[in-house]
């Protein structure tokens, strides 16, 4: 333990807070993680846990070089949750195809530099059809990222929850749980349980974050949820060796049989239903891409919310109350960001502070919008 951080309350127990739990405990701190549902499900079970900050297109800079840091420490950070867990969370990183139907979708990408340590090749159509047999006949092109891939994120999060058991993190699920602050600092979290006093408290309540009780306004994040739908084929193996960029859809190959088929990008509010419309779109836009898949049986469809925030940018690190933290509004890279999050907060918790890393993802950024928004408004 290389500084003094008190007791420490997570509050969701999603990927990014037993992410942030195990960090912590590991480096001597006393966590209990608090959740309203199970531990792991949501976003984090709904998820199709690829890991392609660059295959992904992700406009922004300074989210690209997080996405693409926290990419860097999976490999190690899955070794720790698998040595303290013994449960595989089963990562590839053989690399992510990104195909494109229109030669235009060349123009979108952007290609990584030589330090992020993965290398992305142009293939022309012959190339790609090298690469993934089943892609037809519409397929003009695309690119090859090595050293993307992906993670099972349902036995990451099982393999999560193990290990931050074994390393005295208690997770306990409760139907109520609220901030309690004074002025200045947060003083614990009352839940169905009791009170518990918090040096630190933690908020990473996914796409419920704006939800939580008890937080200053001036601490609330602006966070909305965006439902994401997704299915299950029953692919023969190895039908689809990588992770693989469509139009409108991705599919994502897992080592039990299921090729997964995402997601739906919708504003619907907290609704988790899957629809007709939304698996209707899912299936047209892979089946167009991709006719061959039409012929395998549907196992599953699910839908999770991812949380969203107003500029696309995670909400990390501490507010305008001591002790509390933000770790949430991670939109469409949550699983991605797991590793750099849990480093980046524990590190906060730590040192009472925000690091270099952690400037551009405060909360401090959407309230000087907001002011500045109201300045304009009344004058
Ligand atoms: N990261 C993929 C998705 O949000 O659908």
Same mark, same amino acid.
């Given at each position: 333990?290389? /500084?003094?951080?008190g007791d420490?309350?997570?509050i969701?127990a999603?990927?990014?807070?037993?992410?942030?739990?195990? +960090? #912590?405990? !590991?480096r001597g701190?006393?966590?209990?993680?608090?959740?309203?549902g199970?531990?792991?499900?949501a976003?984090s079970?709904?998820?199709?846990g690829?890991?392609?900050?660059?295959?992904e297109?992700?406009?922004?800079?300074?989210?690209l +070089?997080?996405c693409?840091? @926290?990419?860097? %420490?999976y490999?190690?950070?899955v !070794?720790? $949750?698998?040595?303290?867990?013994?449960?595989d969370?089963?990562?590839? &990183?053989?690399?992510? #195809?990104?195909?494109?139907?229109? %030669?235009?979708?060349?123009?979108?990408?952007?290609?990584?530099?030589?330090?992020?340590?993965?290398?992305? +090749?142009?293939?022309?159509?012959?190339?790609?059809?090298?690469?993934e047999?089943?892609l037809?006949?519409h397929?003009?092109?695309? $690119?090859f990222?090595?050293g993307?891939?992906h993670?099972?994120?349902?036995?990451?999060?099982?393999?999560?929850?193990?290990?931050c *058991?074994?390393?005295?993190?208690?997770?306990?699920?409760t139907?109520?749980?609220h901030i +309690?602050?004074d002025?200045?600092r947060?003083r614990?979290?009352?839940t169905? #349980?009791?009170f518990?006093?918090? /040096? @630190?408290a933690?908020?990473?309540c996914?796409a419920?974050?704006?939800q939580?009780?008890? $937080?200053?306004?001036?601490c609330?994040?602006?966070?909305?949820?965006? *439902?994401g739908?997704?299915l299950?084929?029953?692919?023969?193996?190895?039908?689809?060796r990588?992770?693989?960029?469509?139009?409108?859809?991705?599919?994502?190959?897992?080592e039990d049989?299921?090729?997964?088929?995402?997601?739906?990008?919708?504003?619907a509010?907290?609704? %988790?239903?899957?629809t007709?419309?939304? =698996?209707?779109?899912?299936?047209?836009?892979a089946?167009?891409s991709a006719p061959?898949?039409?012929?395998?049986?549907?196992?599953?469809s699910?839908?999770?919310?991812?949380?969203?925030?107003?500029?696309?940018?995670p909400? =990390?690190?501490?507010?305008?109350?001591?002790g =509390?933290? =933000?770790?949430?509004?991670?939109y469409?890279?949550g699983i &991605? #960001?797991a590793?750099?999050?849990?480093?980046?907060i524990?590190?906060?918790v730590?040192?009472?502070g925000?690091?270099?890393? &952690?400037?551009p993802?405060?909360? %401090?950024?959407?309230?000087?919008?907001?002011a500045?928004?109201?300045?304009i408004?009344?004058?």
């Open positions: 333990m290389s /500084a003094s951080h420490v309350v997570v969701g999603g990927l990014i807070g037993l992410a942030i739990a195990f +960090e #912590l405990a !590991e701190a006393s966590v209990r993680v608090y959740d309203r199970e531990p792991a499900r976003a079970w709904a998820g199709a690829m890991l392609a900050p660059y295959s297109s992700i406009g922004n800079a300074v989210l +070089e997080l693409a840091g @926290s990419l860097r %420490e490999p190690v950070f !070794e720790r $949750v698998r040595d303290a867990s013994g449960i969370p089963r990562l590839h &990183l053989d690399g992510v #195809l990104h195909a494109w139907f229109d %030669e235009d979708r060349r123009e979108e990408f952007v290609a990584p530099d030589a330090a992020a340590g993965v290398a992305a +090749e142009v293939l022309d159509r012959a190339g790609v059809i090298a690469l047999p089943w037809g006949a397929v003009a092109g695309g $690119v990222v090595r993307e891939g993670v099972d994120n349902r036995r990451l999060g099982r393999a999560l929850v193990t290990a *058991k074994a390393r005295g993190v208690t997770i306990s699920q139907s109520t749980i +309690e602050c002025a200045r947060v614990g979290v009352g169905d #349980l009791g518990v006093a918090a /040096a @630190s933690i908020n990473a996914g419920w974050a704006a939580l009780s008890g $937080v200053p306004s001036a609330i994040p602006p966070v909305t949820p965006v *439902k739908q997704m299950a084929l029953a692919a023969p193996a190895d039908f689809v990588h992770a693989t960029w469509l139009s409108g859809a991705y599919l994502v190959p897992r049989g299921r090729l997964l088929v995402g997601a739906t990008v919708e504003a509010g907290f609704d %988790e239903r899957v007709a419309g939304g =698996l209707q779109r899912l299936l047209e836009a089946l167009t061959a898949l039409g012929s395998f049986a549907v196992t599953e699910w839908a999770g919310l991812r949380p969203g925030t107003p500029d696309g940018l909400f =990390l690190g501490p507010t305008a109350i001591d =509390l933290l =933000l770790a949430t509004g991670h469409r890279n &991605l #960001l590793p750099i999050t849990a480093r980046l524990a590190d906060a730590e040192s009472g925000a690091g270099e890393l &952690l400037q993802f405060l909360l %401090e950024r959407a309230n000087a919008e907001e500045a928004a109201r300045r408004s009344h004058a």
